[in-house]
């Protein structure tokens, strides 16, 4: 079916300046409701839409319109929907994957980024936005000489605009802290909602791995290194509540999984968990179909589920129902509150991305630390 | 004279100014106002905006820094921030088991509150669902009392050396001045600061106008509350006594914006729960003023108090 707004306006025989007069003055991919027609300008054998939308066929070929070199697909999708693409445009036989050149919209992460469409109901949050100089928190990099890996490591350390030293603080320790910097602007959201008082000024430490996949798979010397060198660490540098009741750790992807993993193997050290979209695949019986980096991780998760322990009280998990891992963490949220854990679990009409993880970050803050608002009348 | 008897203006949120410029321009001040913003924490000195809306109605003002002034006593008494923070923990975990308990009691008061059956009258249940709550909270409030005045006995407060200090100082800046103005920010702030100083202690006999938190402060009764937290609606709870420059109302700051109004159900609980005051919404016109034992509320549109029928009413006393 061609939509409407495109055959009532452009003509099947329509020549390059028409189809780029047509383009002009519309943004494109086109949202009407729940319908999103995706659109390509240009000479190819063939054109489609590629994205990482579970469920759905990973290539969406795009129909040319008439005798023009207008492409276009309509996909429906949830009006708070938030999708991440590229084009495919083969030449030659060969597929190039591109930015969507009619969309500004990109969402950056660490392989480079995607084209970004925005369901007709979705707003880029305010609290994402940077705060005047005066209410940003800093960041600052801390060297670990780490005796467990037997190198250096480097956190960054959020710390609020509002700092005193007599004051304790919460401590908050993230995986991936640098891309969390980068592509969800974690500082940003972290001086937005401490200034709305919805959370309170809480220390952030944000840990980076050298070796992701291996580290953050239930690696024991990570754990290790997380509790017994970092967290002694930042105990020293900053004016830190030195209790269970007063840490979190977090972290998404494999982050979550390393989260995990480390509050399980030093149960009492976390009071609470925060994780993003979590790797948490697990078997019931045989073999799992995953990638081999998932082989620890599926052990772990096996073994989590056979003798959990008590390893925190609080737990906010989230998920985007476009993700492969919804499945997992589903389940996991049911299972967490059959131990006892006060569990929070959120989904979105989103994909396994850091804007996704961004955008949760308002109800998983808040609701594990919730702010002085309650207190505050202005 | 008694702080009780002080002239009294308490106002809504102030994104202009608006209500608090009418206030001080019907009191065509001489002297300076004493300004006390330490609820705003370590915006306190971010006061321009405020000063110039005092000045745009000839009102001269001078801040008396309370949440500076605290940071220097930590700096220097270093006790005393130890003392404070053993204090906060006992208060937090006390306060942990009264907000489990709360919120057990007040699910099943709602519960029994939306039961609707033509044939049966749950009139005498609900009555005692909600005074178990009462009860709770009055467990609560008297169990904290004791544990402030517990340390308050270790501490002396009044009496520390650089305590002493500020106080003097404070006493000589309110001799001057023609009237105390609280804004509203941290609750629990402006109230550990007004005690700390004692600044009602030495204020003359002045007008004092409060608004938000700050009104909350100057209240009998404390009571939190706020329906649309972004982690989902709280359980109005008892902070722990205010000032208790007054005793028949209960402040509620933005309420209008704050509390889900239209819910009956909610509205009369807390209406009924509290029903020893009156639960005043103070919204962006609101001015009420004390006129001896009762309240005149300068416009209709500021004089709205939650009803035990789950509506709003107008104020009991409160002329316009």
Sequence with gaps: MIPSFISAELNPNASNAEVERFIQGRSFPHVDGPDVTFAYHGQAEHVAVRHWIYGLPAHLPMERFGETNFWYHVVEFPESSRIEYKLGVTHHGHEEWIFDPLNPQIAYDPFGGNSVVYGSDYQVPDWSFQMPPGRQGRVEKLAIDSQVFGDRRFVQVYIPASFRTYRRYRLLIVHDGEDYLKYSQLNHVLDNLIARSEIPPLIVAMSNPHDRLIEYANCPRHARHIVEELIPELESCFPLIKAASGRCIMGASFGGVASLATAWRYPETFESLLVQSGSFAFTDIGEHSRSPVFDPVVEFMNEFRRNPGQPFKKAYISCGVYESLIYENRSLAPFMRSLGVKTKFEESYDGHNWENWRDRLRNGLSWLFPGPLWETYL | ?320
């Excluded at chain 2, 600044?199 to 409060?210: F, G, N, R, S, T």
């Excluded at chain 2, 159900?265 to 020893?276: C, E, G, K, N, P």
């Design chain 2, 1 to 320: 004279m008694n702080a009780e008897d002080q002239p009294l203006f308490l106002l809504g949120p102030q994104p202009e100014y608006a209500t608090l410029k009418t206030v001080l321009k019907s009191l065509n001040l001489r002297q300076p106002a004493a300004l006390i913003t330490c609820g705003w924490e370590t915006e306190e000195n971010e006061d321009a905006e405020l000063v110039n809306a005092l000045r745009e109605v000839g009102a001269k003002s001078i801040n008396l820094g309370l949440f500076t002034r605290t940071e220097q006593l930590f700096a220097n008494d270093p006790e005393l921030i130890q003392v404070l923070q053993a204090r906060q923990d006992e208060i937090r975990h006390m306060r942990e088991v009264y907000k489990d308990r709360l919120h057990h009691l007040l699910k099943a008061a709602r519960q029994i509150l939306r039961r609707k059956d033509p044939l049966v009258d749950f009139s005498a249940e609900q009555e005692s669902a909600i005074d178990m709550i009462r009860q709770l909270d009055r467990q609560y409030d008297a169990r904290l009392g004791q544990l402030v005045d517990d340390y308050e006995n270790r501490l002396n407060t009044p009496q520390r050396h650089f305590v002493v200090a500020h106080r003097r100082e404070i006493a000589d800046i309110l001799q001057g001045v023609g009237a105390l103005i609280i804004s509203g920010g941290h609750v629990a702030i402006i109230l550990n600061r007004l005690k700390i100083f004692g600044v009602l202690e030495y204020l003359p006999q002045v007008p004092i106008i409060a608004w938000s938190g700050g009104s909350m402060a100057l209240a009998s009764q404390i009571v939190f509350f706020h329906d649309s937290l972004p982690q989902g609606p709280g359980n109005p709870e008892v902070l722990r006594a205010g000032m208790g420059l007054f005793h028949d109302l209960l402040p509620l700051p933005a309420a209008d914006a704050r509390l889900k109004l239209q819910d009956r159900i909610r509205v009369q609980l807390f209406a009924r729960r509290f029903q020893d005051f009156q639960c005043a919404v103070m919204n962006e016109q609101t001015i009420l003023e004390r006129r001896g034992e009762s309240w005149h509320s300068w416009n209709a549109a500021g004089s709205l108090k939650l009803g035990l029928d789950g509506r709003l009413h107008n104020l009991e006393g409160a002329s316009s």
